[in-house]
């Protein structure tokens, strides 16, 4: 799905990230995966502070990966010069809500496996900054309910790659959890 910011809108489109003028279709800037391809979901774009130049983020694997809105270049204030490796893929479009870009996780819908868990980094630095457990771990509220250690390994909870919505003003992230 493509998104229009300021008048240019930006695409995925198999191993490249687009920005075209949408009235004409006349390309601004590519970027080219060399490994993988961009979620074909779509890309989320990251207004940019002070210090910061505006991004367009979106996912390849288990690749989460910011480019410099105005360039199309890998923004190197991002993760790992523009790149987070979020350890368990998503090919859903980050949700930015201010300076917090939330993703789920794609896992199959399986007893064990990698979990499911939601994840949120900081939009300036890539840096990861909280995790919930989609399957409650020792120490969280309803972990009591898992009979015979059945949370142990638990995968197929997660929001797969359904869209994250939040409210700012209550701090709130609202998950369609699945499974």
């Known amino acids: 799905t493509p998104i229009v910011v300021n008048g240019v809108m930006y695409v995925p489109a198999g191993n490249l ?10 390309e601004i800037w590519r970027y080219q995966l060399t490994m993988g391809q961009a979620s074909s979901r779509g890309v989320a774009y990251w207004p940019g502070d002070h210090q910061n130049p505006p991004r367009v983020i979106f996912t390849s694997g288990r690749n989460l ?18 790149i987070v490796d979020m350890v368990v893929g998503w090919s ?12 789920g996780a794609s896992v199959n819908e399986v007893e064990t ?6 994840r949120a980094f900081d939009a300036r630095t ?9 399957v409650a771990q020792p120490g969280d509220p309803g972990h ?7 949370w142990k390994d638990r995968s ?3 929001i797969w790659a359904w ?14 959890i699945g499974g």
């Open 17 to 26: 990230v687009v920005a075209l003028e949408p009235e004409t279709g006349k």
């Open 65 to 82: 990966i910011a480019l410099n809105a105005n360039t199309g270049k890998l923004d190197p204030g991002f993760g790992k010069e523009g």
């Open 92 to 103: 859903g479009v980050p949700t930015i809500l201010g300076n917090v870009v939330t993703v």
């Open 113 to 118: 496996g990698p979990p499911g868990n939601t």
């Open 126 to 134: 890539g840096a990861k900054t909280w995790e919930f457990h989609t």
């Open 144 to 150: 009591d309910t898992w009979l015979n250690d059945g």
């Open 156 to 158: 197929g909870t997660n």
């Open 163 to 176: 869209s994250l919505s939040g409210d700012l003003q209550r701090n709130l992230v609202f998950m369609p």
